[in-house]
C-alpha cells in the first residue's frame, strides 16, 4: 500500500510508524480471528466458591499485609455520557411538540421504556436543577400540557440553556441524590475507595480520562474536596492520565482501504480500553484494584462491596505469596521441602494452567524453566456474577496455538458463532464479568512487570462503525481485561450480584439500587 508524504507525516505526527499501519492494515485483510474457547468457567470448574469463612480468613490477610503495600483503584473514566442518554435524544429529535401527543408518540415508537422513563422523571438525582432550567428558559413550560412539559425536560436535560449532561463525561454525571448533596460517579468513587483501599487515612485513585474532560474533573473535585475528606476522614492522592494518541488505530472501508475524511486524511480511533495498559503500566503500587467508573453503589451498600473487594484483594495476596514462594525456590533449585510435582500441581490447581500435558518428560532444567516463565507473570483475581442477562463478557478456559490454555475474559465478539460447537460452549456460561479485578503488578523480587510483554496482539478484533454517514471498519486493541491481560494469572471468584449495579443508560439511575432512601 502506497503512503503520501501527507499520509506518512499524519502518521508521524501520531507517534506511530508505517509498519504499525501496515500490520493493522493486514489485520483488517486477515479478519477477526476468533479464540478457541474449551470450556465455560463455572463453579468448581474455573471459578471457586468463597463462604464466609473462607472470605473472613482472606480479608484477615489484607488488613495484615496492606500497610506495606502501595494500595491503588485504577477507573477508566474517559466514556461520554451521550450513550446514556440515547433514547432521550431519538425523542427530542423526532417528537413534534406542536402536533405530538406523547401516547401517540409512544403508540408510533412502541416506546414502553420511554414511557415509564418519563413518567418517574422525578426519581432522577438532577430533576430539581432539570425542572428550574426548563421553568427559567421556556416561559411557556407551566402552562404546557404533559408532552410538551417533557418535550422542554429532556431538552433542559441534554442541552444547553440546561445542564446539558449529554456532552458530560460519564463520570461527572449526577448519580445519587442525598439528604445533604448530590454525588456524581466520580465523587461517588472516592466514597467507595475508602472502604476497602486506604491506608493511613489516604486513599490513592487514578483515572484514565479524556484530555478535554480534564479541567472538568479537577474542577469538581476542587468542588468537593472538603465534604469528602471530612465525611471519610481521609485524604485523596487522585491521579490522571489520557488514553495516548499512539494507540489509535487506522480505519479501512470494506475494501480494506484507507478510509479517509472529507480532506482525504487518513482517519483514526482510538483503540479501545485495551490501549489503557500502557496508563496502567506507568503507575507504581503493588496492589491496583479496577472498576468501571459507571458501576456504583449507594451509601447504605458500600460496607457489602467492600466486604468482596478486600476478599478478593486477600485472596490475591495468599496466591501471589504461594507463586513467590515456589519461584524462590526454583531459582534456588531447592527442593529439599517441595518437589516439582508440587509446584506443578500449585500451577494445575491454583493457577488453572494446563500447559503441562508431557512436562514430566522433560529435563529437571527445562521444567524449572518452563515453570519460572509461567508463574512469574502479572496476577489478577477477578470477580464473577451469575449471569442474570446483563450484557458483557465472561470467564472461559481458553486454547492457544501452541497448545496451552488458561482462564480468560472473553468478549461474545471474540467467539466463532458461526461455529456449533463454539457456539454450545458460550451459551453454557453461567458467570459474566462484571469488571470486578484486583490486580498484582510486581513480581516476586519486587520489582514492576512491563504489562507490555503479556499482551496477546492477536486477540484485537474488527468491529463496524460509522463516520459522516459511512460505514468503515474500525479495529479494536486487546481489550484492557481481555486480550491486553491474556498471559496473566488469573484466578475467577464468584462475587454476589449485588456488588453490580451499573448505568448504562440513564434510566437504570430510577432503579431501586440507585435510590437512596
Known amino acids: ?59 484477615c490477610i489484607f488488613e495484615d499485609l496492606k500497610h506495606n503495600l502501595k494500595l491503588l483503584n485504577f477507573i477508566p473514566a474517559s466514556g461520554a455520557a451521550t450513550r446514556m442518554f440515547k433514547e432521550l435524544y431519538v425523542f ?126 479537577k474542577n469538581e473535585y476542587d468542588k468537593i474536596r472538603t465534604r469528602v475528606e471530612e465525611q471519610t476522614g481521609a485524604a485523596f492522592q487522585i491521579g490522571f492520565s489520557f488514553q495516548d494518541q499512539n494507540t489509535d488505530t487506522i480505519a479501512v472501508d470494506s475494501s480494506n482501504e484507507i478510509f479517509r475524511t472529507s480532506t482525504q486524511e487518513m482517519f483514526f480511533r482510538p483503540g479501545g480500553h485495551g490501549a489503557l495498559i500502557e496508563n496502567l503500566n506507568n503507575l507504581d503500587a503493588d496492589i491496583v484494584f479496577i472498576k468501571n467508573i459507571d458501576n456504583l453503589v449507594i451509601e447504605s451498600n458500600r460496607k457489602d462491596v467492600a466486604f468482596y473487594k478486600k476478599m478478593l484483594a486477600g485472596n490475591l495476596l495468599k496466591i501471589q505469596q504461594e507463586c513467590f514462594y515456589y519461584l524462590e525456590i526454583l531459582d534456588a533449585q531447592n527442593f529439599t521441602e517441595v518437589s516439582l510435582k508440587q509446584i506443578i500441581d500449585f500451577s494445575k490447581n491454583q493457577l488453572s494452567l494446563n500447559f503441562l500435558s508431557g512436562v514430566e518428560s522433560l529435563s529437571e532444567e527445562e521444567q524449572i524453566h518452563k515453570l519460572k516463565e509461567l508463574i512469574n507473570r502479572p496476577l489478577r483475581v477477578c470477580g464473577m456474577v451469575k449471569n442474570e442477562g446483563e450484557p458483557g463478557g465472561g470467564p472461559f478456559l481458553v486454547e492457544f496455538e501452541n497448545g496451552d490454555s488458561s482462564l480468560q475474559i472473553i468478549e461474545g465478539a471474540q467467539i466463532d458463532s458461526k461455529d456449533p460447537q463454539q457456539k454450545e460452549i458460550a451459551q453454557n456460561a453461567t458467570h459474566f464479568n462484571p469488571v470486578d479485578l484486583v490486580c498484582g503488578l510486581k513480581n516476586y523480587k519486587g520489582e ?70
Open 92 to 217: 427530542v429529535e423526532n417528537f413534534d411538540p406542536e402536533n405530538d401527543s406523547l401516547q401517540e408518540y409512544f403508540r408510533r415508537n412502541e416506546s414502553e421504556n420511554l414511557e415509564q422513563f418519563l413518567s418517574n422523571l422525578h426519581k432522577l438525582p438532577f430533576y430539581e436543577e432539570t425542572l428550574s432550567s426548563a421553568i427559567k428558559n421556556y416561559p411557556d413550560f407551566e402552562n404546557s400540557s404533559e408532552g410538551i412539559k417533557n418535550y422542554y425536560l429532556v431538552r433542559s436535560m441534554l442541552f444547553e440553556p440546561g445542564l446539558e449532561l449529554g456532552n458530560f463525561p460519564k463520570g461527572l454525571v449526577p448519580f445519587h441524590k442525598y439528604k445533604e448533596f448530590t454525588a456524581t460517579a466520580f465523587e461517588e468513587h472516592l466514597y467507595e475507595t475508602v472502604t476497602y483501599a486506604e491506608k493511613n487515612n489516604k486513599a490513592t485513585l487514578h483515572f484514565t480520562v479524556s484530555k478535554e474532560h480534564l479541567d472538568k474533573f
Open 1 to 59: 500500500m502506497k503512503f503520501s508524504q501527507k499520509d506518512i507525516a499524519q502518521i508521524q505526527d501520531k507517534g506511530l510508524s508505517l509498519k504499525e499501519i501496515e500490520d493493522q492494515i493486514a489485520i483488517f485483510k486477515r479478519g477477526n480471528k476468533p479464540v478457541k474457547i474449551l470450556s465455560a468457567a463455572t463453579l468448581g470448574h474455573g471459578i471457586s466458591e468463597i463462604d464466609t469463612k473462607q472470605a473472613d480468613k482472606f480479608i
Open 448 to 517: 514492576k512487570f512491563d504489562l507490555n510483554n503479556f499482551v496477546d496482539p492477536e486477540m484485537s478484533f474488527i468491529t463496524s462503525k460509522t463516520k459522516d454517514g459511512k460505514v468503515l471498519k474500525a479495529l479494536e486493541l486487546p481489550g484492557l481485561w481481555n486480550g491486553a491481560m491474556a498471559k496473566w494469572n488469573t484466578v475467577f471468584v464468584e462475587v454476589p450480584v449485588s456488588t453490580f449495579n451499573p448505568v448504562k443508560t440513564v434510566a437504570d439511575l430510577l432503579k431501586p439500587t440507585h435510590q437512596p432512601k
